[in-house]
């Protein structure tokens, strides 16, 4: 099992920054990916953000040269810093961690860009 503990959401207006933070623990194998999704209303999930546990990162079109996504691995902290933001980049956005062929999630939070 993986536990997934989210903070860092909140309001923040057009052209602003957040920075989310999600910390996992739980004993077990090693943790293959951490990384974020998000879901707005009316729309499927979608991945934001990846990293894997050798580094390999790979992020959304949409948030390319705007999101960073960084880990610490002791503990397994995965961070997502989201710069520029748009209205559109507003929704539930979820922590994941993937070991073996298990995916956890996290509870959520909610990022609101208002413009």
């Known amino acids: 099992q993986v536990q997934l503990v989210e903070s860092g959401g909140g309001l923040v207006q057009v052209g602003g920054s957040l920075r989310l933070s999600c910390a996992a623990s739980g004993s077990g194998s090693v943790i293959n990916s951490l990384g974020w999704y998000r879901q707005a209303p009316t729309k499927q999930r979608e991945l934001v953000a990846a990293i894997s546990n050798i580094d390999i990162i790979n992020y959304a079109a949409s948030v390319k040269g705007r999101f960073t996504i960084s880990r610490d691995n002791a503990p397994n902290t995965v961070y997502l810093q989201m710069n520029s933001l748009k209205p559109e980049d507003t929704a539930v956005y979820y922590c994941?961690?993937?070991?073996?062929?298990?995916?956890?999630w996290g509870q959520g939070t909610q990022v609101t860009v208002s413009s």
């Open positions: 994941y961690a993937l070991r073996g062929p298990h995916m956890y």
